[in-house]
């Protein structure tokens, strides 16, 4: 098969430097979210500036310094489905930064996960393409290979439960069957997102540390649909509470490294 035609050259005919210089001082940790309007929230909240743009063709991408706690953090918003996810980071780490921390939304797979519980990847079901072109063929990817003791720790401290287990990463939310759903589980998968498989591949290829958590949304381990917090809209001030877990995660990474 195609996909299992791995090619680690790093001799790229494209590459993001080609169009993007390093910028003097960027910040080391870098936080994205996917929601437009938890990303709109977050920017208001922190005041902060605006030290770069990527572009493509659906137009450009800020990304802004913020400080939290004294620490210089880059956030940016990240790009729905692992393609233009994993292009616009890598178009991000191209500007600078050592480390990538990721908040998104997902669906659940157990439903006995509340809405907006957090989810802790260990594993991440490669059920997309792009992954492939950045790791050798496989089923799974192991995932979170830094960092995940210390967010426990942060969770633990700040009063937030949690779940940790395999995430199912698909390219195709609208033919995610009752079939493929059984069998996603019987894998051990507690929830579904775009993203995760590709962002840690990249990474790992790029030798960049990653970390991603997750809230929860929709329920898919029912008869029929359970849309719960889905819409970026709903309960976006507890969203944003969860986000800001984010932030303390940098800054604690940026006192471990300075």
């Not at 381990?221 to 889905?230: K, N, T």
Request: aromatic fraction near 10%; include cysteine; glycine fraction near 8%.
């Amino acid at each position: 098969m195609i996909l299992e035609e791995f090619d680690s050259t790093k001799n790229e005919i494209i590459n993001p430097s080609m169009l993007y210089g390093k910028i003097e001082h960027f910040p080391d940790n870098i936080v994205a979210v996917f929601s437009h309007q938890l990303f709109a929230r977050l920017t208001e909240f922190f005041n902060g500036s605006i030290i770069a743009e990527t572009h493509d063709v659906d137009g450009s991408w800020p990304v802004y310094e913020v400080t939290y706690k004294g620490k210089r953090i880059a956030l940016t918003k990240g790009r729905l489905g692992a393609p233009a996810c994993v292009g616009t980071f890598e178009d991000v780490l191209a500007l600078g930064g050592k480390r990538i921390i990721l908040l998104g939304n997902c669906g659940v797979l157990n439903k006995s996960i509340e809405d907006c519980g957090i989810i802790i990847p260990t594993k991440a079901i490669r059920d997309e393409g792009t992954s492939y072109h950045y790791a050798p063929a496989s089923d799974m990817i192991r995932v979170n290979k830094h960092h995940t003791d210390l967010f426990k720790s942060i969770c633990d401290e700040f009063g937030y439960s949690y779940t940790e287990g395999t995430t199912w990463t698909t390219d195709a939310f609208y033919r995610e069957t009752p079939k493929k759903i059984a069998s996603r589980k019987a894998m051990g998968a507690v929830c579904v997102e775009m993203e995760c498989a590709a962002m840690q591949a990249m990474c790992d290829f790029r030798g960049v540390e990653f970390f991603q958590y997750l809230y929860a949304g929709d329920n898919l381990d029912h008869s029929a649909w359970e849309p719960r917090s889905v819409m970026g809209n709903i309960r976006l001030d507890y969203k944003e509470k969860i986000a800001l877990l984010a932030f303390e995660l940098a800054a604690r990474l940026d006192d471990c490294i300075t």
